[in-house]
C-alpha cells in the first residue's frame, strides 16, 4: 500500500508499488483529467505538479510520488495561476478536441510559476513536450502570453 | 435511485442528470432519450420516438445528392432534437460526433439562434447512434454543417413557431402579432411576454409546423450564425479536466483491457502460452480473439486480449505473453520494395480514367517537356486520445460507450458481431479526443463488445495504447504520382499526364481492389480544374497490404502534393512567376460542371449546386498572395511558395513563408490560408480547424511516415513517428476568410480542405528559398547540411 497525496488529500493505493502514476490517478483514484497519449514520456498528455515541477505521470511510478505533493488538472482552477491559465484558454478558444489541453494546461501553469514573463524561447522549451494533433499551437502560444499579462497587472 | 450508471460521467449524463431537478415522474437513466418526454423537458410530451420515424422526412428526388445520399439523410425535427424544460432550459441534442471540429457548439448554435434562444440556457445533448431517429452520423467528410445547416435551422425555426403559436393561443391573438425574442414570445401590441419555459407546456401540444409554413429568418437578424462570438461549448470541461472522452469512461466492477494484434495484417495467432501473463497482478483473463479472413471492413484483428484490474496491469500482462503468429499473405510487405514497384507501374501506361485531346502528339510536338514523381508515404492519423471503448452486456442489452465517428456503423457492427438486434444495442457518443478519419472504423467497439460478451456481460474498458494505434490503423494510403508535361515555345503548358498509383480504401471494404475508386480520383486528380487542351490521367493498379482507410482529407494529399509542386516546377521551367503561371492554367473564371471532367461523385454533392468554380479558385489564390505580400522581397534564406487545392467543395490557397538557415534547418515564419468555404456559421471555429490543418499539414510534409518491414509496421510510438510540436510549428498562421453575407449559397466543407495545399506550398517556399526541390515526403532531414 502506498499513500500519496493528490491535490491536497492523502489517498492510499493498492497498486504494485512500479505503476506508474498516470494508471493510479486514472484507473485506481478515478481521476481521468489527467490523460494518455504515449506512455512514455513523448506526449506530455499525462503532466502533473510534482512538487511544484511539470512531470509525465506516465513514467513516475507510486513509489517515486510518494511522500511528495501530486497536483492534478482538476485541482488546477484552486490554484492562481492555473486558474488565470485556463482562462486566458478559453479566452483564445484554444481546445479543438482539448484532449492534450490537460497535460497543455498543467505545462503552461508550471511555466508561468517558474517565468513570469516567458520570451518565445522560453515558450517553445516549456512546452515543446506537449503534442497536440489538433494543432492549437498558435494558440496556446498567445494564451500564455495573454496569462502572462494578466499575471503582470493584477500582482 | 442510483445505479452503476452513475459512475460515468460522460457529456449525455452530465445533462441527464441534470435532468433530475425538474423531473416530474421518475425517469429511468438508462432510457434517457426514450423518456425525454417524461423527464421534464415538455416540449417533447406527447411524441414516444418510435412514432417519428414517419415523420422523418427524406428527400424523394430521383438523383440524390448531399444529406439525401447519405444513409438514413437528414431529419429536421423539433422534436427530437430540442426539448424545453419548464424552467426554461433549452436542450439540444447534437448528433454528430464532437472530435475539436465545433461541431457540439455549432450545430446547436444554428438551432438556438432559429429558435431564438439564449445560448447562457441552452445545454448540448450528445445523441446515441441511432441514424433513423437523427439521420446520418457519419462525422466525415466535412459535411456536418453542409449537410445539416438546413435541416437545423427548420428545426430551431419549427419549435419557435410552436412556441409563438402557444403564446398567441394564451393571449388570443393572431399569431402574425407576436415574435419571439430571446427566450421568451412578445406581444409589442399589450407588452405581454412569456417566457419559452413558461410556454414549453402548451407548445409541446401543438402539430409540428409543416415545413413549408416556416419563416426562417434572414441572415441580418442571426444571433450567431455567422458572428462567431460564442465560446466553445465544452471548453471549460476541457480546460478543467472535467471532459469526458472514451477513454475515460468508468463503469462500476468494470475491468480493463489491451490486445496483442497480429503485428501483420492478414496474419493471426498460431499459439500462445499466457502463463507468465496471468502471474502478473492485477490481471484476470487471457483469452484469443479469432481474426477475420480479408477484407478488412470495420472486423476486428483478433490476436490475444489481456484483462485485468487496471489498463497497467493489462499493458503487463500483455508484456508477458508468448505468441507465435502465422504472419499470412502481407509477410514480406515491404515500403521500399513496394515504392520500387510502384515507381515502375508509374512509368508503364495504366488505366485511362480522363483523356481529353492527343496527349501522346502533343508531347511529341512541344518545346520542352518535363517529368517528376513524386512520394508519400503512409501515414497514421494518431488522434492523441487512442481508440478506447467500454462495453457491457446486462440482460441481452450491449451498451457501449465510446469516442466513435461512426456511431451508426459502430451499432450495426456490435449488433452483427453479437449477433443481437439492433435496439439491443446502444453506443453512447462521448466526446472525441481527435478522429482524423481513425475513429470512422468501430473495429475497436466490436473488440471491446466481444470481450464484455467473453466475460459474461461484464463492463470491460479497451484501450488501444499509442503502439496499437500505430501498428494497427486504417492507414493513409501510400503513393507514386507520375507527372510529364509539354510546354510550347512560349512556355504555356500544352500536354499533361498524371499516372497516379495507390493502394485504394475499396480493398479494405472489397479484397483484391487495386484502382483507386471515383471518390479517390474525384479528389484533385481527375477533376483537376487546368485548361488544357492535351490532358490525360491514368491509374495504374496498385495493391494493398494493409488496411488502407481515411486520414484527414484523404487522397488529396499526395494529389496536391504532385501536381501543385510540379506545376511550380514547370513555372520554373518556362520562367514565370508561380502564381501567374497557375492562374494561367486555371484558366479564365468559369464553372465546371464536374462529370464534364470525368467525375461522377462530386464530393456526393450535386454538379449543379456545386460546379468546379474556377472563379472562387483564383479568388482565393489572389487573396492569399496578396494577404502574404507575393513577390516581397525577403530576407535571405526565406522563401514563399504557393498552393492552391479545391477540395470538400471548399476552394483553398495557402502562401507559406519558410526560411532555411546555413546548415539547413527549416522554420516557417508564417503561413497565409485564404479559404471560400462558402457561408461561414462559426468563423471562429473556421479559423482554428484551419489553423489545426496547417500545423497538420507542416507535419505530415516535414516528419510523417508509416512505414513497414517484413509485414509490420515499424514506427510505433512518437520517438519514430513524430508529430509537429510548438517550436518547430508555424509561428504565426493567418487565414483569411472569403467574405459571405448572405446565407443561401451552398456550404463548403472545413474540416479537411485546409490540409491538402500545405506540403506543397510548403516545398514550393524551401525551393523559393533554396533551390532544392523536394518530390519525396517526408522532407525530414533532406535539407541538412552535413
Ligand atoms: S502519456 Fe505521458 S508523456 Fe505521453
Ligand atoms: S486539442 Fe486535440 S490534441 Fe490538442
Not at chain 2, 52 to 66: F, I, M, N, Q, V
Request: proline content about 6%; some cysteine; charged content about 20%.
Amino acid at each position: 500500500m502506498i499513500t500519496l497525496t493528490i491535490n491536497g488529500q492523502s489517498q492510499n493505493i493498492d497498486l504494485p508499488a512500479d505503476t506508474p502514476l498516470l494508471w493510479a490517478l486514472r484507473d485506481y483514484v478515478g481521476l481521468t483529467g489527467t490523460k494518455f497519449g504515449c506512455g512514455m514520456a513523448l506526449c506530455g498528455a499525462c503532466t502533473v505538479h510534482i512538487d511544484g515541477e511539470p512531470t509525465r505521470a506516465c513514467v513516475t511510478p507510486i513509489s517515486a510520488a510518494a511522500g511528495k505533493t501530486i497536483v492534478t488538472i482538476e485541482a488546477m482552477d484552486q490554484d492562481a495561476i492555473g486558474k488565470k491559465v485556463q482562462e486566458a484558454w478559453l479566452s483564445q478558444g484554444v481546445p479543438q478536441c482539448g484532449y492534450c489541453q490537460s497535460g497543455q494546461v498543467m505545462s503552461a501553469t508550471a511555466l508561468l510559476k517558474q517565468n513570469a514573463h516567458p520570451s518565445d524561447a522560453d515558450i517553445d522549451k516549456a512546452m515543446s513536450g506537449n503534442i497536440c494533433r489538433c494543432g492549437t499551437y498558435t494558440r496556446i502560444r498567445a494564451a500564455i502570453k495573454q496569462a502572462a499579462g494578466l499575471a503582470e497587472i493584477k500582482s | 435511485m442510483k445505479t452503476s450508471l452513475d459512475q460515468i460521467k460522460s457529456p449525455a449524463e452530465q445533462i441527464d442528470s441534470s435532468a433530475d431537478k425538474f423531473s416530474i415522474v421518475n425517469i429511468s437513466r438508462r432510457n434517457f432519450l426514450k423518456d425525454f418526454a417524461l423527464s421534464g423537458f415538455v416540449l417533447a410530451v406527447g411524441f414516444p420516438s418510435l412514432l417519428l420515424a414517419d415523420e422523418t422526412a427524406t428527400s424523394s428526388e430521383p438523383d440524390k445528392y448531399g444529406a439525401d445520399a447519405m444513409p438514413h439523410g437528414w431529419v429536421d425535427n423539433p422534436l427530437v432534437f430540442v426539448a424545453i424544460a419548464e424552467d426554461g432550459t433549452v436542450t439540444i441534442i447534437c448528433h454528430r460526433s464532437e472530435m475539436g471540429q465545433g461541431v457540439r457548439t455549432s450545430l446547436p448554435m444554428v438551432v438556438a439562434d432559429e429558435l431564438d434562444a439564449n445560448w447562457l440556457n441552452v445545454k448540448v445533448q450528445q445523441a446515441p447512434g441511432d441514424e433513423v431517429r437523427f439521420g446520418n452520423q457519419d462525422t466525415d467528410g466535412s459535411r456536418s454543417m453542409r449537410h445539416f445547416f438546413m435541416p437545423m435551422r427548420r428545426v430551431g425555426a419549427a419549435a419557435r413557431q410552436m412556441l409563438e403559436t402557444a403564446a398567441a393561443a394564451q393571449w388570443q391573438v393572431p399569431v402574425t402579432e407576436v415574435h419571439a425574442e430571446l427566450h421568451q414570445v412578445i406581444h409589442t401590441a399589450s407588452g405581454q411576454s412569456l417566457s419559452y419555459g413558461e410556454l414549453a407546456k402548451a407548445a409541446a401540444k401543438l402539430p409540428v409546423p409543416a415545413r413549408e409554413t416556416l419563416r426562417l429568418k434572414n441572415a441580418a437578424d442571426f444571433r450567431y450564425i455567422g458572428k462567431g462570438g460564442l465560446k466553445i461549448y465544452d471548453g471549460q470541461a476541457m480546460v478543467t479536466g472535467q471532459a469526458q472522452y472514451g477513454i475515460d469512461t468508468r463503469l462500476e466492477g468494470m475491468l480493463y483491457a489491451v490486445i496483442a494484434r497480429p503485428p501483420v495484417f492478414g496474419g493471426k495467432v498460431l499459439n500462445y502460452d499466457a502463463s507468465a501473463a496471468l502471474k502478473v497482478p492485477g490481471v484476470v483473463k487471457v483469452l484469443e480473439l479469432n481474426s477475420s479472413p480479408p477484407p478488412a471492413e470495420f472486423n476486428p484483428l483478433g490476436g490475444i486480449a489481456v484483462i485485468a484490474t487496471n489498463t497497467w496491469a493489462a499493458i503487463q500482462g500483455r508484456k508477458a505473453l508468448k505468441i507465435s503468429w502465422d504472419n499470412g499473405p502481407n509477410a514480406s510487405y515491404d515500403s521500399d520494395n513496394f515504392r520500387a514497384e510502384m515507381v515502375v507501374s508509374s512509368r508503364k501506361p495504366g488505366k485511362v480514367v480522363r483523356n481529353d485531346g492527343d496527349v501522346d502528339a502533343a508531347l511529341d510536338k512541344s518545346t520542352q517537356r518535363l517529368s517528376a514523381e513524386y512520394y508519400a508515404p503512409h501515414l497514421a492519423q494518431a488522434p492523441m486520445e487512442p481508440p478506447a471503448a467500454t462495453a457491457r452486456i446486462i440482460k441481452g442489452h450491449c451498451e457501449v460507450w465510446t469516442c466513435t465517428q461512426a456511431p451508426q456503423a459502430s451499432r450495426d457492427q456490435v449488433a452483427k458481431w453479437l449477433k443481437l438486434p439492433e435496439d439491443k444495442v446502444t453506443i453512447n457518443v462521448t466526446l472525441l479526443g481527435g478522429g482524423f478519419g481513425r475513429k470512422s472504423k468501430p473495429d475497436y467497439v466490436v473488440e471491446a463488445a466481444l470481450l464484455s460478451q467473453a466475460m459474461q456481460g461484464k463492463p470491460v474498458k479497451l484501450t488501444w495504447t499509442r503502439e496499437d494505434d500505430l501498428q494497427h490503423s486504417y492507414f493513409h494510403t501510400v503513393s507514386v504520382e507520375h507527372l510529364e508535361a509539354g510546354l510550347d515555345k512560349q512556355g504555356k503548358t500544352v500536354a499533361w499526364l498524371h499516372r497516379t498509383v495507390a493502394p485504394s480504401i475499396s480493398s479494405t471494404f472489397a479484397a483484391g481492389s487495386v484502382h483507386e475508386m471515383p471518390a479517390e480520383l474525384g479528389m484533385g486528380v481527375i477533376n483537376v480544374p487546368f485548361a488544357i487542351p492535351n490532358l490525360r490521367i491514368e491509374n495504374p493498379a496498385a495493391e494493398a497490404h494493409t488496411r488502407i482507410g481515411w486520414f484527414r482529407s484523404v487522397s488529396n494529399i499526395p494529389h496536391a502534393f504532385a501536381i501543385q509542386s510540379f506545376v511550380a516546377e514547370l513555372a520554373t521551367a518556362a520562367g514565370r512567376d508561380h502564381k501567374d503561371y497557375l492562374l494561367e492554367l486555371i484558366g479564365p473564371a468559369r464553372r465546371i460542371d464536374p462529370r464534364s471532367l470525368g467525375d461522377t461523385w462530386n464530393q456526393g454533392e450535386s454538379p449543379v449546386i456545386y460546379p468546379l468554380d474556377t472563379g472562387r479558385l483564383r479568388n482565393v489564390i489572389d487573396s492569399a498572395c496578396r494577404e502574404a505580400g507575393w513577390g516581397r522581397t525577403l530576407a535571405k534564406g526565406h522563401g514563399l511558395g504557393l498552393a492552391a487545392h479545391y477540395s470538400f467543395v471548399t476552394y483553398v490557397a495557402v502562401v507559406v513563408e519558410v526560411a532555411v538557415d546555413q546548415a539547413g534547418k527549416l522554420s516557417i515564419p508564417r503561413i497565409d490560408i485564404a479559404v471560400d468555404c462558402g457561408p461561414q456559421v462559426n468563423p471562429e471555429r473556421i479559423r482554428s480547424q484551419l489553423e489545426g490543418a496547417c500545423i497538420m499539414g507542416v507535419s505530415l510534409a516535414t516528419l510523417g511516415e508509416i512505414s513497414f518491414k517484413d509485414g509490420a509496421v515499424i514506427q510505433d510510438n512518437f520517438h519514430n513517428y513524430q508529430l509537429t510540436r510548438i517550436d518547430d510549428a508555424p509561428r504565426e498562421i493567418r487565414v483569411h476568410l472569403v467574405p459571405t453575407t448572405e446565407f443561401d449559397s451552398p456550404l463548403g466543407g472545413v474540416g479537411e480542405p485546409g490540409v491538402p495545399p500545405i506540403a506543397p506550398a510548403l516545398c514550393n517556399a524551401i525551393f523559393a528559398a533554396t533551390g532544392q526541390r523536394i518530390r519525396e515526403l517526408p522532407i525530414r532531414d533532406q535539407l541538412l547540411k552535413d
